[in-house]
């Protein structure tokens, strides 16, 4: 009994000092770095997620790391279907990641529910058919998973529900006070809204532009679909506008464009 209450004792005093330089947020990812992502899930991303697809090895295990935590610290729930698979779960977790990887604390920890629908569902808060909502209030991302899948069947094309809804959740999560608050660098930020309104007026003129014209509903419409592009269309957007582009990859602190100039044929 003596021993049993030593290496209580020990196991205790080894995770108040991992909560004291990580926090307990930053433990649990710890502990998950040795855990394996399941062939269930890795299975679906090798053969569907072109973004995992381009990483180096190495930037491959710390992906499915981030892709374990967000899998266990979600409650992904069928709406109108009997289930949710392992490949609903696996792509739709490596589509958030694909928009956090470079912020190694950010998880999206205010929303802990996924809900998925089989198609357009119906909201009886605006009376409309919707592909994909996010719920601040409810904690919740929603999703079609028909409209989702076509963000994977046509990966160039500038249009991807998933990365769309995750950065609503995103831009939300930097203002929502928590342990992920404010991570987007403020300056940057800042930055980002001058050229952003710039922008959605000459998309409202009638401009030639990237975006299509949704994109000058609102800020958070144009981040949405700033996101789409930067993944899906990284030369074109440099090319149409560079300093735009960098804010972008200065607030995701990654560069999709380096990741596809490093692989050509993908």
């Not at 995992?52 to 190495?58: D, I, N, R, S, V």
């Not at 990641?97 to 996924?114: A, C, D, E, M, R």
Request: a neutral charge; hydrophobic letters at 40%; zero cysteines.
């Amino acid at each position: 009994m003596t021993m049993v209450v030593f290496y209580v004792f020990i196991i205790a005093s080894v995770i108040i000092m991992a909560h004291k330089f990580y926090g307990l947020g930053g433990l649990f990812h710890k502990l998950m770095a040795n855990q394996r992502l399941r062939l269930r899930y890795k299975n679906p991303m090798e053969a569907h997620s072109r973004f995992y697809q381009l990483l180096p090895a190495k930037s491959k295990a710390r992906f499915e790391h981030k892709v374990n935590y967000f899998i266990l610290t979600k409650e992904f729930i069928p709406r109108n279907m009997p289930e949710i698979t392992d490949e609903m779960v696996a792509l739709i977790s490596a589509t958030a990641v694909q928009l956090t990887f470079g912020l190694p604390n950010v998880s999206l920890s205010h929303f802990n529910k996924i809900l998925v629908y089989p198609n357009d569902y119906y909201s009886t808060i605006n009376r409309q058919y919707h592909k994909g909502e996010v719920n601040p209030r409810l904690k919740s991302i929603v999703l079609s998973w028909h409209h989702f899948v076509e963000g994977f069947a046509h990966p160039a094309d500038g249009r991807n529900l998933g990365l769309h809804e995750m950065a609503h959740a995103l831009k939300l999560e930097n203002f929502i006070r928590n342990e992920e608050f404010g991570f987007f660098s403020k300056e940057e930020f800042a930055n980002w809204q001058l050229i952003a309104q710039a922008e959605m007026d000459k998309i409202k003129k009638g401009e030639e532009s990237i975006f299509r014209a949704y994109a000058s509903v609102n800020e958070d419409e144009f981040f949405a679909v700033s996101i789409e592009i930067y993944f899906e269309q990284p030369h074109q957007l440099y090319a149409y506008n560079s300093e735009l582009y960098k804010t972008l990859s200065n607030l995701l602190r990654q560069d999709a464009k380096q990741l596809y100039d490093k692989n050509p044929s993908l």
